[in-house]
Nanobody, 116 residues
Framework: QVQLVESGGGLVQPGGSMRLSCAAS????????MGWYRQAPGKQRDLVAT???????NYADSVKGRFTISRDNAKNTVYLQMNSLKPEDTAVYYC??????????WGQGTQVTVSS
């Protein structure tokens, strides 16, 4: 069973920065893609940023230029650096992973609240 452990959420003021981390229990060699989705109260879960291990990255228009997804292959970890945060970025952020055998896994979610 693949596990994803997220960390780094919390409360931040508008304009601030925060970094989320997601550690996978399998090697990057067995991963096709990883990324982040978010879900605000009463809304659907939406893509934030993803990458494939072949190097393709994808960002939601609303976060382009502010968020950066990156990875550390040695730690089997993906990061989401979030800058210039806005109140509308408030949501539960979920890490997701697709294996090379096309199985999908989700983390437990971490709350990000942007408020003064």
């Amino acid at each position: 069973q693949v596990q994803l452990v997220e960390s780094g959420g919390g409360l931040v003021q508008p304009g601030g920065s925060m970094r989320l981390s997601c550690a996978a229990s399998i090697s990057m060699f067995n991963i096709y893609s990883m990324g982040w989705y978010r879900q605000a109260p009463g809304k659907q879960r939406d893509l934030v940023a993803t990458f494939t291990t072949s190097g393709i990255t994808n960002y939601a228009d609303s976060v382009k230029g502010r968020f950066t997804i990156s990875r550390d292959n040695a730690k089997n970890t993906v990061y989401l650096q979030m800058n210039s945060l806005k109140p509308e970025d408030t949501a539960v952020y979920y890490c997701t992973l697709r294996t090379t055998w096309l199985a999908d896994y989700w983390g437990q979610g971490t709350q990000v609240t942007v408020s003064s």
